[in-house]
């Protein structure tokens, strides 16, 4: 099993049919395309940025099939990749994709400007943040996503925010030891109105006192003599 990265999406939209197509897949965990025909239970990436068809039965490494190694220069030159795993690590930022089962809690509400919709997600993904799917959620979009970013904690032991706005990534390692995350703390000491990540500060505070009392149980056991 992969290391767990867990994501805190939060946009700001006026575009209703995002709205309502994200909750709708948070409570049904499918996509409607429209009133009548509800599609089959759909990824929330395969929805940003669909995977092309071509590469559906391609393996990564040893053994692919014979009709992959054949066709591996025309999907690298069509596609930037040649297997299902590459495509998604390179689209996405991770390698799998989110279905409703791996949302965590979500929020969605009018906030009284224009139309606009308050949209945060939270959910988990293998590895690392999905940074590319949502930079191609905001291109998809365009300006009728004002504010797109993701914050991040992975059991890598790294953590950070994503603007998908401006590019801008803020990222802290070796957080078990610095949980202070001195480079967020750096980047934002000065914005007016700071760029909250009390939500990073709260789940590291919880994973270094996960860390820290799976050593102490180690500590017993050993002296225990288990």
């Not at 495509?87 to 965590?104: A, I, L, M």
């Not at 940074?131 to 993701?150: D, E, F, N, P, V």
Request: with cysteine; aromatic share 12%.
């Amino acid at each position: 099993m992969p290391n767990i990265c867990e994501n805190r999406l939060e946009i700001h939209t006026t575009n209703t049919n995002l709205v309502r197509w994200i909750e709708n897949f948070c409570k049904k965990g499918e996509i409607e395309y429209d009133d009548f025909s509800p599609a089959p239970p759909t990824g929330l990436f395969q929805f940003i940025a669909p995977m092309p068809s071509e590469l559906e039965g391609t393996t990564k490494g040893n053994k692919p099939p014979q009709w992959q190694v054949d066709s591996s220069a025309t999907l690298i030159d069509k596609y930037g990749a040649d297997n299902w795993y590459d495509w998604q690590c390179n689209n996405w930022g991770t390698k799998w994709d989110v279905y409703v089962k791996d949302v965590v809690d979500y929020l969605i509400k009018p906030i009284g400007i224009e139309g606009e919709y308050y949209v945060c997600l939270e959910f988990n993904t293998a590895w690392g943040p999905p940074t590319q799917a949502i930079k191609r959620l905001k291109m998809s979009y365009g300006s009728s996503i004002s504010s797109a970013r993701i914050q991040y904690v992975a059991e890598g032991d790294f953590c950070g925010i994503y603007d998908a706005i401006t590019g801008e990534q803020i990222e802290d390692t070796e957080f078990i030891d610095n949980p202070d995350l001195p480079m967020l703390a750096d980047a934002y000491r000065d914005e007016s109105p700071v760029w909250d990540y009390g939500w990073i500060l709260n789940e590291v505070k919880d994973r270094v006192a996960e860390v820290a009392e799976y050593h102490n149980e180690r500590l017993r056991e050993v002296a225990n003599g288990s």
